[in-house]
């Protein structure tokens, strides 16, 4: 099976994290997953047998959510290890542009399941694990269908007692790098131009 997607926007840094030095993390999930990886600038193909192919772009669409900064391999490992650990495991099925989703482990079936049982969730783990992506796609399969008006983006500037002094610009460059993985998992989940006319429609809203 092959398998093709498209990082949208393009964000070269990100996507010099997600390969690696000499693409080494891609040669580690090569490897793990028996899989074969290609890619040229933002276009990527994974080919392989259809559940290792997925999970296989399951997983860089996970660390293309971290990849603000450098992956560590031994982030890289550690997600081969957790990730698809349940592959099957009951939860909701969450209807997205990137076809339905459905959780990959047994924490993450949890997790949705409190996403839409409960007003609040918090979400703990290591990164790379889809906390960020599966809390959007959970905010966009219930925009799709109704359950709620809009997505409210929030997100706190800095950790726990640290002070982040003065930003420049207006409040949408203040808090844009902040809210940038937001911003990814949506390009994925609703496409690029359906995004920007959910802001125009007051569907998306900032609220740092």
Same mark, same amino acid.
């Given at each position: 099976?092959?398998?093709? $997607?498209? =990082? ?8 010099? $994290? ?6 080494? $993390? ?14 040229? $600038?933002?276009? =990527? ?10 999970? /296989? ?17 031994? !982030? ?12 099957? /495991?009951?939860?909701?099925?969450? /209807? ?21 049982? =409960? ?9 790379? !694990?889809?906390? !960020?992506?599966?809390?959007? /796609? ?15 983006? !929030? ?43 959910? =802001? ?9």
């Amino acid at each position: 099976m092959i398998l093709r $997607h498209i =990082f949208s926007p393009p964000n070269n840094t990100r996507l010099s $994290h997600l390969c690696g030095p000499t693409d080494e $993390h891609l040669r580690t999930i090569e490897m793990a997953l028996e899989v074969r990886i290609a890619h040229r $600038h933002e276009q =990527f193909k994974v080919e392989g047998p259809k559940a290792k192919a997925q999970r /296989a772009m399951d997983m860089l669409q996970a660390m293309y959510e971290i990849a603000a900064r450098p992956i560590q391999p031994s !982030t890289v490992q550690l997600m081969l290890s957790g990730d698809g650990s349940a592959d099957g /495991a009951d939860g909701p099925t969450l /209807a997205t542009r990137r076809a339905d989703l459905k959780p990959r482990t047994q924490n993450q079936a949890v997790y949705l399941d409190n996403i839409a049982e =409960f007003d609040i969730t918090f979400g703990i783990g290591p990164a790379g !694990t889809g906390k !960020t992506y599966l809390a959007v /796609a959970a905010a966009v399969d219930a925009l799709q269908r109704s359950a709620v008006q809009r997505i409210v983006l !929030t997100r706190p500037a800095v950790e726990a007692g640290e002070r982040l002094g003065f930003l420049p610009g207006d409040l949408n460059q203040k808090v844009d790098p902040y809210l940038r993985p937001l911003y990814d998992a949506l390009y994925d989940l609703m496409g690029y131009d359906q995004v920007l006319k959910e =802001f125009e429609r007051q569907q998306l809203e900032i609220a740092p």
